[in-house]
């Protein structure tokens, strides 16, 4: 059941579409919504991916596609994409309020929760193929969310690491395939490494290096944590993916769901929404997880 503090969608009245050619969004007129379900913002500014909900709400709002007309819920074209960004639930390493970078760690039973929750604000809208990054914080985020899905396809992680794995892992049913959901990892969606400032006590660094310099660490755009990247080397593999991997599938009118962290997110949003170095590192999620849908036509 969802807390008094859930947040309802917000439909902002732009459109886009998406362009192979700057892979990005383009602004043009129609009835396309882009709507943000969570608690993320960008300081004062309404980004035009990310509009943060000042509405509480004691139910789960179900986010909807545009309708075709015919009572369900499927695109009105084919050339209509969704882009569904989520960040993971709370880990054990957030409880702790530890720097977790790209260690690897589970989420709590509240992480769970969460990600059950934000499963059910996208169980209306069909998912073609799931993106998550190589941490299980992210990869049980997505199992769990898609486990609330009405259309009830089995999320399934695909194993391309060699032709060995690929082999063993593969499905001799086509019907069995029309009800699965291809899962696939990637390195690049990880959350930026912190270096030596992995597994330190958040309150403890602050007090060790001092609250500006563990801030600078934090919220710059290119200064990274000794050892560790920045937001801006955190960027660069998390946007060249997007473009190379996840980009054609929109392009061909797919629904993508991205389950990953909130710097390769924020990198991501970054991209799409054209933001500064200045805008992105004001950019942040407050209650994991956040999603943000972006629907193009």
């Given at each position: 059941m969802a807390t008094a503090t859930s947040q309802r969608a917000i439909v902002s009245a732009q459109s886009h579409q998406w362009d192979a050619k700057n892979s990005g969004f383009q602004k043009r007129t129609g009835n396309a919504r882009l709507v943000f379900v969570g608690s993320s913002c960008l300081g004062s500014r309404k980004s035009r991916l990310v509009c943060a909900s000042g509405v509480p709400s004691s139910?789960?709002?179900?986010?909807?596609?545009?309708?075709?007309?015919?009572?369900?819920?499927?695109?009105?074209?084919?050339?209509?994409?969704a882009l569904i960004l989520i960040r993971h639930g709370?880990?054990?390493w957030n409880e702790k309020n530890l720097f977790t970078g790209c260690v690897d760690v589970p989420l709590t039973p509240k992480g769970v929760e969460e990600a059950i929750?934000?499963?059910?604000?996208?169980?209306?809208?069909?998912?073609?193929?799931i993106y998550t990054s190589s941490l299980i914080r992210a990869q049980m985020t997505a199992m769990l969310a898609m486990m609330q899905h009405r259309r009830k396809k089995i999320p399934i992680i695909m194993h391309n690491e060699s032709e060995q794995a690929h082999r063993w892992s593969?499905?001799?049913?086509?019907?069995?395939?029309?009800?699965?959901?291809?899962?696939?990892?990637?390195?690049?969606?990880?959350?930026?490494?912190y270096g030596e400032l992995q597994g330190l006590n958040k309150q403890e660094t602050a007090d060790r290096f001092g609250k500006e310099q563990v801030h600078e660490w934090r919220r710059s755009y290119d200064i990274p944590p000794p050892n560790g990247e920045s937001l801006e080397m955190c960027a660069e593999r998390a946007v060249a993916y997007f473009k190379e991997q996840i980009i054609p599938h929109l392009v061909a009118g797919k629904h993508v769901m991205v389950a990953a962290h909130g710097n390769s997110l924020r990198s991501i949003i970054m991209h799409l929404d054209k933001l500064t170095s200045q805008e992105v590192v004001k950019l942040c999620f407050l209650l994991p997880p956040s999603i943000t849908l972006g629907v193009g036509i």
């Open positions: 139910v789960v709002q179900p986010i909807q596609l545009p309708s075709n007309g015919d009572g369900g819920h499927t695109p009105k074209k084919s050339s209509e994409s709370e880990s054990l929750e934000a499963g059910k604000r996208i169980c209306n809208i069909p998912i073609d193929v593969q499905i001799y049913s086509e019907e069995t395939l029309k009800q699965s959901i291809p899962v696939i990892t990637a390195w690049q969606l990880n959350e930026r490494m």
